[in-house]
């Protein structure tokens, strides 16, 4: 029996030689161990067009001959002959995306310069076309030397033209190719660079573009700090832009409770509807504007294309704390609320990361924490300017959202190395194409949006804010007695105030706490009806929240308020979907535990450097 011939596929990761080796072999398979190391060894055979058997090897993806990874050093040396108990292939298949073409002619002519029988094959051209770029690969056959083919590996097109080109490669005139084969690296790129310019016939003005916009976005130093830019541009506009939206608001539930007050005989009702509906629930929805506003800026990113690359820079970074740039949408997805977010994590695929990604997922600034935020940051942070176009106000609501992410990577780290330790994954993404956002999608998405805000408020919000209003005004006070001190609600409070009190949390933020654990907005209702309910004027004015707040908090205590709500797992529809996802509650008890653990911490350190720099 005459030994089999072989042929190997080479090229850089993601080119598709495993796509195209799948499509030439079929079901002849064979998947073993390179002996000694654990990279997969695939073999199949195929037949050339004489009818001819040959073995084809699919190799790891490697960037250069010169091999970093184990995977790249049995590539080099399969490839080179030099793997013990290997045979050298006789011809070499390298496999190159067509839309990335200039990067991966510099490996792929490093192949071809061993001087071997080798049959390139331009891969992915359907993505080229889709991108406007539509390349010769006559041209690119004459400036490789080798003859070149275009195939689409998913969809098998371009096969049987393949099969010819590996079957006429033994006749290959190999004497041309050495010139090249001296060329070092710098040179090689600079070559890659021309013949790809060669190659392409034509490209579309827009993927000129693109492909610009790519290397200044997705670059290796500039992308982050451009992200993080957009990123404070966002919440600097959330503060500037709503706020006349917000006073119209809050004027009009001020002049609904007027009305209220005029309208109606003095009375339980009149309380209900003032106290509990338009003052709690008012003061919630009066930050609809900002919602709409944070989230006109997420959808656009997403439905620009930018999001995927953001998701791409965040892959080197979460790669630090063990994490994939798989968490990314699943953790972006937390900023809008982690229900979604946490679900979103079943397209991660090792477990230990998805249950990492579903621990820090409520770290994620969620918008039910916007309200509470900016209420107090309305009343506590001054509105000045810091510098240029900077708020002081943006400034803060973006340091709090940036210590919710660097808190949860902080965790992630910890967690992958106690708790969730294992092994790390790889991430491969498609980046989509830019577009201009659509505006008929942007606006459906804002509707709905407001919409899920909204009947948070007429459901959620409205039930714990009425029971805390029913709580709170019950027995009624004897003259002379605050309605807090002599309510139910105030015995509880004061239950808790004992725990809080170390903290800087006064008496009325210990009580918003608890009906807070339906939804974290419900702090903000619960602390507007509380004041309503307590206090003894009537004038509508005295009960606004804000100077309620302002005049019966300090500073520190409002910053511990604001460290505690960055960390603190203040809903239970969140821990219910942890429950379900991680099937048991050892999981999310774990969660709440160290996630109140904390809040406390985190609280307590803010009220005590506070107190003692004199704030
Ligand atoms: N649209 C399109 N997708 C392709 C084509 N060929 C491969 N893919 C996809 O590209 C991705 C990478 O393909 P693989 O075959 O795994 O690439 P590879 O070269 O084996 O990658 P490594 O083994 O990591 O070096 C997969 O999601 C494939 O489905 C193609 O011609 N067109
Ligand atoms: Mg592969």
Known sequence: ???????????????????????????????????????????????????????????????????????????????????PGEATPEML???????????????????????RPTVVALNMIDLAERDGLAIDPEALAASLGVPVVSTVAVRKRGLEALIEAMSGAHDQDLSARHEVSALTLPERRLSARNIAKGAILSESPEHRLHTHLDKILLHRWFGPPILFALLFVIFQAVFAWATPFADALDAGIGVLIGLAQSALPEGIIRDFLTEGV????????????????????ILAMEQSGYM??????????????????????????????AIPGIMATRAIADPKDRLTTILIAPMMTCSARLPVYAVIIAAFIPSTTVGPGIGLQGLVLFALYVSGIIGAMLVALVLRRT???????????????????PLRDLAIGLWQRAWVFLRRAGTIIFAATIALWVLLSFPKAEAGESQLDASIAGHVADGLHTVMAPIGFNREISLALIPAMAAREVAVSALATTYAVDSDDEEEEANRLIPRLQAGWTLPTALAFLAWFVFAPQC??????????????????????????LAYLFAGITYWSAVALGL
């Open 1 to 83: 029996m005459t030994l089999m011939r072989t042929a190997a596929l080479v090229g850089n990761p993601n080119a598709g030689k495993s796509a195209l080796f799948n499509a030439l072999t079929g079901a002849r398979q064979k998947i073993a161990n390179y002996p000694g190391v654990t990279v997969e060894r695939k073999s199949g055979r195929m037949a050339l067009s004489s009818g001819e058997p040959i073995e084809l090897i699919d190799l790891p993806g490697s960037y250069s001959l010169d091999a970093a990874s184990p995977d790249e050093v049995v590539t080099r040396q399969v490839v080179l002959g030099e793997f």
């Open 93 to 115: 298949v390298v496999v190159i995306d067509a839309a990335n073409l200039q990067q991966h002619l510099v490996f792929a002519q490093e192949v071809i310069a061993l001087g």
């Open 308 to 337: 995927a690359r953001a998701a791409f820079i965040m892959d080197r970074m979460m790669a630090a704390v063990g994490l994939s740039g798989r968490s990314f949408i699943p953790l972006l997805s937390s900023f809008a609320c």
């Open 572 to 597: 239970l529809s969140t821990i219910a979907v942890a429950r379900r996802e991680t099937n048991g509650w050892k999981w999310p008890a774990f969660m709440l535990a160290y996630l109140f653990g």
């Open 419 to 437: 708790v969730t330790k294992g092994g790390e994954s790889g991430f491969i993404m498609e980046l989509p194409r830019y577009q201009m956002p």
């Open 278 to 297: 338009l003052t709690g629930v008012g003061s919630v929805v009066v930050f609809l504007p900002q919602i709409v506003i944070l989230f006109a800026f």
